[in-house]
């Protein structure tokens, strides 16, 4: 008699969508990791990746998929969340593309680099400011290198 094959159950879920992700098409997000990465500046951030879609959580699930690849390899990381981060509508000012920008620009500003699965990304500083405060941006990216939750 051939022996049976054994079956592993995951105690926790793959992926796990929320509602706001779903509420919105055009939105940005970051990629979070369990363990700190040490940049440039010689600060440490968990964050791995900032992007933006226009095409809502397809994307953040295409982009989880993607991104996993690459840095579920490296050691100690053995997951990723993905956040989602809004802001409200301005006529003619596409905002979740000038709030990429805006926090690209302060975790440059803070780490002296991108994060690490960023390897383009527009990082204009002055132009972000234009539309949100630099405390704001900065918060984000403080509360997200810590990895916890707005």
């Not at 997000?29 to 440039?40: D, E, F, H, P, S």
């Not at 879609?53 to 699930?61: C, E, L, N, Q």
């Not at 400011?129 to 918060?139: G, R, S, Y």
Request: glycine share 6%; proline share 1%.
């Amino acid at each position: 008699m051939k022996k049976k094959l054994k079956i592993s159950k995951a105690k926790r879920p793959a992926i796990v969508v929320h509602r706001r992700a779903v509420r919105s098409k055009k939105l940005v997000y970051i990629a979070v990791a369990n363990k700190t990465l040490k940049y440039r500046s010689g600060e440490k951030s968990k964050i791995v990746y900032i992007g933006m879609t226009r095409k809502g959580v397809d994307r953040i699930s295409q982009s989880a998929a993607s991104k996993a690849k690459d840095v579920l390899q490296d050691h100690g990381i053995q997951e990723l969340k993905f956040y989602v981060v809004t802001c409200k509508g301005k006529k003619a000012v596409k905002t979740w593309e000038k709030l990429e920008e805006g926090l690209i620009a302060a975790f440059v500003r803070r780490h002296w680099e991108r994060p690490i699965c960023n390897n383009k990304g527009n990082k204009n500083w002055n132009e972000a400011l234009k539309h949100f405060t630099k405390n704001a941006l900065e918060k984000v990216i403080e509360v997200y290198s810590r990895g916890g939750t707005a």
